[in-house]
Structure formats: C-alpha cells, structure tokens
C-alpha cells in the first residue's frame, strides 16, 4: 500500500515536470500598458568555455533600486543546466520608454577592479531573459596590442512588442569607461518601446541560422548518406541472397546424401554451428541489460525528435531536457520488457539481479560522471552545479517511477516474450571454434564494424556538436530524424554482413560481435569528439575540459547502446531467418 501511494507520488511529480515544461515563465506572455516588465540576469562566463557559466552577481556589478523578486525553477531541465535568474531591479514597464537613467554606482576596489580585468582579458559575456527572449552582451573589451581594459556601463534595450506580446528585444551596450583601481563607475540604462509586425509564433526566428543548419553541405551529406545506404542495403541484398542460395543449394545436395558420402564429403558454413547459434552468450544478464537500455534509449530518442519537430522545443529554457527526463521514466517498460523477455529466453534465474541491472545501468553511469562533474563545479563556484533539492528529485524519479516501470516491463516481456522459441535445440557440449584468418576474428569485426555508421552521421555530428557546444540553436529535428533512420538501416546493415561472416567462419559467437560491432560507432564518435575539441574550439580550463569530455563520454556511450541493440535486433531476425529456412537434422 505504502509502495503504491509512494509510486502514484512520483509519477504524479514526473507529469507536473512535463507539464511544466511547456509552460509559459511567471506569466501568461500578455501585457497591458504599464504592467510590469521583468529583466531577468542569469550568467556570465568566459566566450570560449559555453558551459562554464557563473552567477551574473559574482562579478561586481550592482542591482537596481527596485525591490528585488524571487525566481524559482520551472522546470527540472532549467535547474539541470545551471540557469539561475536573479532580478536586475530595473524599472521597466510595457510600452512605457526610459531615458538614460542611472541606476547604480560601484566604487572599484583592488579586488574587484582585478575582477573585471579578468573578466575583460578572457572576454566574458552575460545573458539576461525578458519575456524567455535570450539576450546577450560583453562586459567589455581591451585594445588591441595593449593592456588598457575598458567596461561597458550603458545598456540600451530596444523591445518591440506586438498587441499585447513582446517580439523582439535587442541590446546596445555604450559608454565605454577605462578601468583603473579606486574609481566610482555608474551603470545606466534607457529603454525603447517599438511597435513590430513579428508574430509571437516567430520571435526566436531572429535566433536562428539558416545559413549555418541549412548550408548546401547539410543537404549534401544527408543525400550522400542516402545514396551509401541505398547502395549498402543493395549490396547487402544481392550478395546474401546470392550467397544464401548457394549455401541453400550445397545443402540441399548434402541432404541426399547418405551418411557414408557426408562424412567423406567436405562440409563446412555457417549450417554446421546450428546447435551453437542460440546458446546463450557469456554474461547473459549484463548482455539482456545492454539491450533493454539500448531500447530504451531507441525510443526515448525516436520520440524525443519527433516531439521536438512538432513543438518547437528549443523556443523554452530547459524544455528539451525536461521533456527528455519526462520520456525516459514514462518509457521504462520499455527497458524491462525487452531486457527481461530476453533474459528469459536465455534461461535466467536470477530475473530479479537482471531488472536492477537493467533500470539502474545507465542511470548510475550518468550520476557517477554528473556528480564527478559537480564537484568540481562547486569548487569553481560555477552556476553548472546541481542543487542538492535537484538531486533528490531525479532520485526520487529513478527510484519511484523507473524502477517501478521496469520492473512492470520486466514481468511483461518474461510472461508475453520469454518462451524460447529457436528454430534449432542447443546442443549439451558446446562446439569447439576453428581456426580463422586473423580479419574473421570477432575483435576485428568489432573494430571495423563502426566505420560505416560513422560515416553516413560524422556531418550532422559536427552541427549538433556545434549547437550544444557553440552558440547556435539547434531546430532542424528535420535532419535529425533522417540522419538517426539512416544510421538505424546502416548498421543493421553492417552487423548482419558480419554476422554472416562469422557464422560462415564456424563461430557461432554472434551476439556479443554484432552488438558490439554496431556500438563501435561511439568509439570513432568520440574519438571524433577529440578532433572537435582541440581543432574547432577554443576551450580552456579544468571545468570546461572535464564537463565537455564528460558529456561526449555520456552521449557516446548512450548513442553506442543503442546502436549495438539495433544491429542485435536486426541481426536477429536474420539468424533465425537463415536458419529456419535450412533443413537441420
């Protein structure tokens, strides 16, 4: 009963967090005259290191004199990425113009006068939010071939408002003042109210980069990646069904004859490992588990995609990584079903070690490496550090909702899709393997299997890696639903290829090579995450290394499972299809 009420808890917690992600900010976006317009400052950090990202305050600017107001996290997304806002106290309402106005004054101390040197020599920008509109500027800028820094103090703000609505905010930063120690610095603002024809629906258009996601290089690899997979499917096509009605014909022949004539004869292929090829793997739990996430993760990406093509996720903070959190638990049967019906097949015992396994596999890696990431967030002091109120809730979210899911998924698929069902019975003694070229051995196959899935995906990897890393937003989900179906076809494609090989080689150790074979793929993309690194981008520092090769670890990793488990599923239906087919004494 306790269990029950715990879970309807949680589940009800996760469906408020999704909720919560479409929803508007501290108001319905609609103004009338003289209401109340919030300038919100979130961060600032050095231009090059994205993610490290502070508290806007830490540097010593100062507030308005209007009575601050408190901003709490609508969304789990939002606490997750760091974005904390704090209220600028300056006076501005709907439709209502400001003079050059000044709101404050700072006496610059040694120490903050060393903390805007600093800021200014390593270019820090800040962001602030009107109405959920972005808005950035420098802090300031330092002249070339000198050690002269100077600080902007004027912010212009231009807002065009449509009806009731606000469209469009733009920021000119002014008066440029020369640093020195012990000066008293003012800050002043003035604000500009114009009347725009830009519709509500399209104000993040401005943000948007046509010309960089929708380049004739973009649209030429993922013609080029179309043209590989129609040619690799045709290629695939051609010679398995070539190759398998030869190996059909052989064996039809040896059926004739009799025992005398086939023991002399010279029999060999992949019909001799028949009573092998659905032994279950080593490391049947820890194997069923791989697949249960790697299904898990096909579908949270899959839906994910879809749901940002139709929602336009990117126009709210912290809603893609909501929505994604959101999918994950809602989706954790998933995860049981196949990784438990799988487990079963294998024979398992121990159904309940396989589902805990299974639930907490990746989440545990993504805690271990978030949490390692943390500490040293919370050393820098930066705004990426998680609050420990957030911690709790994914917590709570893992250990009331997905557990729960999993286990409901795990019963599910044991009862509907546990019964072995082979086409051949497992022989007692496993057959031993026989020797190879050394190409035909499984860690070759392995290695080389991810080269192909790398390459129809390494373009539009390159802009996705540009969007999260860089200063571009990424919204052509178009793309990427076409790129992740393309890599879906060619790797299964890649694994079934290997597979043949391997079982014609008379190794009938097929499941671990084609699951890993298609999980490759995250090695060459994180070894492509290097090349990133250190050719495309100018980071430094121990927190913005850490969290970005952190995070490529984590994406990798996740896109390598789900990579291995379509190859599995596709390479599967073709075992049993071969096999099936082949008279087995």
């Not at 126009?315 to 909501?322: F, V």
């Not at 196949?338 to 993504?366: E, N, T």
């Not at 571009?472 to 890599?487: A, D, E, Q, R, W």
């Amino acid at each position: 009963m306790k269990m029950s009420f715990l879970f309807n808890n949680a589940l009800v917690l996760v469906f408020i967090i999704a909720l919560q992600s479409c929803a508007g900010d501290e108001h319905d976006h609609k103004y009338k005259d003289s209401d109340e317009v919030v300038l919100w400052m979130s961060t600032v950090g050095p231009y090059h290191n994205r993610q490290e990202t502070y508290n806007y305050f830490t540097l010593p600017f100062c507030r308005g004199t209007k009575q601050s107001i408190g901003h709490y996290h609508e969304t789990l997304g939002e606490a997750l990425q760091g974005i904390d806002l704090e209220f600028s106290g300056l006076d501005i309402t709907f439709k209502h113009d400001v003079v050059s106005t000044q709101f404050c004054e700072i006496e610059l101390t040694e120490d903050n006068y060393q903390a805007l040197v600093y800021a200014v020599r390593n270019h820090y920008w800040y962001q602030m939010y009107i109405d959920d509109l972005p808005i950035w500027g420098i802090i300031g800028e330092v002249d070339e071939g000198s050690e002269v820094f100077h600080i902007w103090t004027h912010k212009k703000l231009d807002i065009g408002y449509n009806g009731e609505e606000i469209v469009d905010v733009n920021l000119t930063s002014e008066n440029r003042i020369l640093l020195a120690p012990n000066i008293v610095i003012p800050f002043t603002y003035q604000v500009t109210w114009k009347a725009s024809t830009v519709q509500f629906a399209d104000r993040f258009d401005k943000y948007l980069d046509p010309s960089f996601f929708q380049h004739r290089i973009h649209w030429f690899s993922i013609f080029n990646s179309f043209m590989m997979v129609l040619f690799l499917v045709g290629l695939v096509s051609m010679i398995l069904m070539r190759t398998l009605r030869k190996d059909y014909a052989r064996y039809s022949k040896e059926d004739d004859l009799d025992d005398i004539e086939r023991d002399l004869g010279d029999e060999y292929g992949w019909k001799q490992v028949h009573g092998d090829v659905f032994r279950p793997p080593t490391q049947p739990s820890l194997f069923s588990s791989f697949i249960g996430t790697g299904c898990h993760n096909t579908t949270v990406a899959f839906l994910l995609i879809l749901l940002a093509i139709v929602g336009e996720l990117y126009t709210e903070r912290g809603s893609i990584l909501s929505t994604g959190i959101f999918i994950y638990a809602a989706t954790a049967p998933v995860n049981g079903y196949f990784g438990g019906g799988l487990y079963s097949r294998f024979g398992g015992k121990h159904w309940i070690k396989q589902m805990l396994m299974g639930a907490f596999l990746q989440p545990l890696a993504v805690c271990g490496t978030v949490l390692t990431i943390n500490f040293i967030a919370i050393y820098y002091h930066a705004s990426r550090a998680i609050p420990f109120g957030t911690m709790v809730a994914v917590m709570c979210i893992c250990l009331f909702v997905i557990l729960p899911l999993t286990m409901v998924g795990t019963l599910l698929g044991r009862n509907l899709a546990g019964q072995p069902d082979f086409p051949c019975r497992v022989n007692a003694v496993p057959r031993p393997i026989p020797e190879k070229k050394w190409f035909m051995e499984p860690a070759v196959i392995v290695i080389l299997g991810g080269i192909l899935p790398f390459g129809s995906i390494f373009i539009e990897m390159y802009f996705i890696f540009t969007s999260f890393w860089a200063y571009k937003i990424y919204y052509v989900y178009g793309f990427m639903l076409l790129v992740f179906i393309i890599l879906a076809i060619v790797t299964v494609c890649v694994t079934i290829v290997a597979t043949y090989f391997l079982l014609n080689a008379e190794d009938y150790r097929w499941q671990w090579t084609c699951f890993l074979s298609g999980a490759s793929t995250s090695v060459y993309i994180y070894v492509y995450s290097f090349y990133y690194f250190f050719f495309k981008t100018k980071m430094f520092g121990l927190f913005q290394t850490v969290f970005y090769f952190g995070y490529m670890a984590m994406f990798s990793v996740g896109l390598g499972l789900m990579c291995g488990t379509l190859g599995h599923i596709g390479t599967s239906i073709f075992v049993r299809k071969i096999y099936s087919t082949v008279k087995i004494d």
